[in-house]
């Protein structure tokens, strides 16, 4: 089963920057489009970013456009999202996960729809 192992959370100031790590546990990220989700505390899971396989196709919700950045690294198994100018409503436990495509000639669309397992996530407190 499709499950990840993410990294790099912690405890930060408002305005103060994260880099979240995913790899996948124990299979290749290569064929897969992945994507970052939000479980804040009292919501629901929520997408907050995804990128296609080859990194050329990426979406972000309209709350981190222009202060979020996921890439990925395909020799190294991993995405990464560079969280900047954090505010305390980024405050809950990051995941990532396998996400449907959507697939036309000549390019390959994710989406935030999420499939496989869910891991054990990475918390993220926005605080001062």
């Known amino acids: 089963q499709l499950q990840f192992v993410e990294s790099g959370g912690g405890l930060v100031q408002p305005g103060g920057s994260l880099r979240l790590s995913c790899v996948g546990d124990?299979?290749?990220?290569?064929?897969?489009?992945v994507g970052w989700f939000l479980h804040a505390p009292g919501k629901e899971r929520e997408g907050v970013s995804c990128?296609?396989?080859?990194?050329?196709?990426?979406h972000y919700v309209d709350s981190v456009k222009g202060r979020f950045t996921i890439s990925r690294d395909n020799a190294k198994n991993t995405v990464f999202l560079q969280m900047n100018s954090l505010k305390p409503e980024a405050t809950g436990i990051y995941y990532c996960?396998?996400?449907?495509?959507?697939?036309?000639?000549?390019?390959?669309?994710?989406?935030?729809?999420?499939?496989?397992?869910w891991g054990q996530g990475t918390q993220v407190t926005v605080s001062s």
């Open positions: 996960a396998a996400v449907v495509s959507s697939i036309s000639p000549g390019q390959t669309t994710c989406t935030m729809t999420a499939f496989g397992s």
């Open positions: 124990g299979f290749t990220l290569d064929y897969l489009s």
């Open positions: 990128i296609n396989t080859s990194g050329e196709n990426i």
